[in-house]
């Protein structure tokens, strides 16, 4: 069955470089990013997992865990790992998951045979602590992700699951946020927004961004 944004996260439970991994236990009250890498040794990923390490800080204060996969084995995962600390000037410090059964693989549909039958594409879900997904992002295997974008995303589901409020596009934490057009009450939007906001049309209100 395909996996939507609203889907529960199926659970799995697989080694990794931090030992085994009982995914829904694994999350607890946090939230998640599970992505995923073609293959081990390949310059790509190498690129990729060294950042995301580097980004843990980032991760930590937006209280998310980083879950890798790879197709290959966790030993080879382990050997890996020293090129990647010595190529990217990193200290790897969160599990990559053994997939060499392709279970996780399966389970989250990161293989598209149109693309490679055996190698799976990059990619990027999103878990909230209730375990449902609340993103997907898909790359090919030729175009490295941007995890500036990754945190972006994050930062929007986080906020707007506390506010009335959407993101709008090239949206940056701190940037003016919308209102959404299911709230018209005048009192509530004083109530909710006493910083005010612009009406550019009816359905377009501009506001700061509550929370900061």
């Not at 995914?23 to 293959?39: D, M, V």
């Not at 879900?125 to 898909?138: L, S």
């Not at 995303?153 to 949206?171: E, H, M």
């Amino acid at each position: 069955m395909a996996l939507h944004i609203g889907s529960i996260a199926p659970d799995f439970e697989q080694d990794s470089t931090a030992g085994k991994i009982k995914f829904h236990e694994w999350i607890g009250q946090t939230w998640a990013i599970l992505f995923s890498h073609p293959k081990d040794f390949t310059p790509v990923c190498t690129t990729e997992l060294g950042r995301a390490a580097n980004l843990k800080a980032e991760f930590d204060k937006r209280n998310v865990k980083m879950l890798a996969v790879s197709v290959d084995d966790v030993e080879s995962h382990k050997r890996w790992t020293s090129d990647i600390e010595e190529t990217q000037n990193a200290q790897m410090n969160f599990p990559i998951l053994g997939d060499a059964d392709r279970k996780v693989a399966t389970l989250y549909d990161m293989i598209h045979p149109e693309a490679n039958d055996t190698l799976t594409v990059r990619s990027v879900f999103i878990i909230d602590p209730n375990k449902k997904i609340r993103a997907i992002i898909t790359y090919p295997a030729s175009t490295g992700r941007n995890f500036s974008e990754i945190l972006r995303v994050i930062d929007s589901l986080q906020l707007t699951d506390n506010y009335k409020v959407a993101t709008p596009v090239d949206w940056q934490d701190g940037d003016d946020c919308v209102i959404v057009p299911a709230l018209t009450d005048p009192e509530e939007l004083k109530q909710r927004f006493p910083k005010g906001y612009r009406a550019l049309r009816p359905y377009l209100r501009l506001t700061p961004q509550p929370n900061k």
